[in-house]
């Protein structure tokens, strides 16, 4: 975890974090689509809480890491030994990440930037949604 992690400029607008907010009171999931908007969100929390912000983030997302916001993931295939890859092996971890990607390739998907693309969900979805913002208090 000595990684310098490549900084991303975000926005999380208030109307992002009302939208968010309402769709945790009525028990939906928050998908983000790309990485950036993962660490967009991810990165926007303090004190446990979702806030509007503007601004730069270093967040780096490895196995390990405790979701706040994100509960799944809309992504292409990253390149191995890559932080993108990391992060999505922090959603659904290494075995489970390997086992996924042993089955594109035997289905001949295509990896990178211009590739196919995954949607990922957390195996695990039994905290109950009444537990705040991040279902991890």
Known sequence: TEHDMHGEWLE?????????QE????????IAVGTTVVR?????????????YCGK???????GYQWQVVEGLITNFHLPRSSLLMLVSAM???ERLLTLYQDAIAQGYRFYSFGDA???LPE???VPREQGIGNRE
């Open 124 to 126: 695990a979805r039994d």
């Open 40 to 52: 967009a969100l991810e990165g926007a929390v303090v004190d446990g809480e979702l806030q509007p």
């Open 118 to 120: 995954m949607l990922i």
């Open 12 to 20: 999380v607008p208030q109307s992002t974090v009302e939208q968010i």
């Open 92 to 94: 659904v971890g290494r």
């Open 57 to 63: 983030t270093n967040l780096f997302i490895y196995p």
């Open 23 to 30: 769709t945790r009171a009525t028990g939906g999931r928050v």
